[in-house]
């Protein structure tokens, strides 16, 4: 069974539009984030959600905005894409000091 | 201010050699110190970290690491390289007295193993 999972695993759209990723995980964790890693490689923190209350928001447009439904889900819905959007983004969750990452979903804005 | 510093992009080495990825860090406090691996069109996995105790830490596939609080560096090791270690590993680091605060990740070393 795939611990924290994550749909769709691609997604092409064109700028201006609004798309949402899914993320979920079956590890009775109490905490989820999202990471962008941009094409350099380079892995960013952007939210973390303790049992459904968000606890960190880095310097992330509002364009962007998480929602914990419930502890196992984090969703990443985003306004008016930008061609700087494209990434892939990963959601993680923890429980004590070890996250562990979904597949990732590798977003492209035309 | 937590920080990584991985000081190679790249590091290549031949299969059956022993291998070594460097990282060195920087927190207020003391670290918890974590080694993740990339394969390509992947997620990240866990390979290893460093909670408190032994300076020589055990992971997966074979890899260690040992923490050096002087130099500061949690360097990951392999004493005998295999072709499908070949991926992107990531050091990170988190303040262990900060909370939920998430990891901290260096920019990442490419690792190719040669055959």
């Known amino acids: 069974d795939t611990a924290v999972s994550q749909t769709p695993k691609y997604l092409v759209t064109q700028m201006g539009n609004d798309k949402s990723i899914k993320c979920e995980q079956n590890?009775?964790?109490?905490?989820m984030y999202w990471y962008k890693q941009d094409s350099k490689k380079f892995l960013k923190i952007m939210f973390s959600?303790?049992?459904?209350?968000?606890?960190i928001n880095e310097t992330v447009p509002n364009r962007f905005s998480p929602k914990s439904p419930d502890k196992a889900h984090l969703n990443l819905h985003i306004n008016s894409l930008e061609l700087g959007d494209s990434a892939v983004y990963f959601c993680?969750?923890?429980?004590?000091?070890?996250?562990?990452f979904g597949p990732g979903t590798r977003l492209t804005v035309l | 201010a937590q920080s990584v510093a991985q000081p190679e992009d790249q590091v290549n080495v031949a299969e059956g050699n022993p291998l070594t990825v460097k990282c060195t860090y920087s927190?207020?406090?003391?670290?918890?110190l974590f080694w993740y691996v990339q394969y390509p069109n992947r997620g990240l996995q866990f390979l290893l970290k460093?909670?408190?105790?032994?300076?020589l830490v055990k992971g997966s596939y074979g890899f260690e690491a040992e923490f050096n609080k002087s130099q500061t560096s949690f360097h990951l090791k392999k004493p005998s390289a295999l072709v499908s270690d070949s991926a992107l590993y990531f050091c990170?680091?988190?303040?262990?007295?900060?909370?939920?605060?998430?990891?901290?990740f260096g920019k990442g070393t490419r690792l190719s193993v040669i055959a």
């Open positions: 993680a969750s923890s429980h004590a000091d070890t996250q562990y």
């Open positions: 590890l009775g964790h109490d905490t």
């Open positions: 959600y303790n049992n459904k209350e968000l606890i």
């Open positions: 927190v207020s406090g003391n670290p918890y």
């Open positions: 460093y909670i408190t105790g032994d300076n």
């Open positions: 990170a680091v988190r303040d262990r007295g900060s909370g939920n605060t998430p990891l901290v």
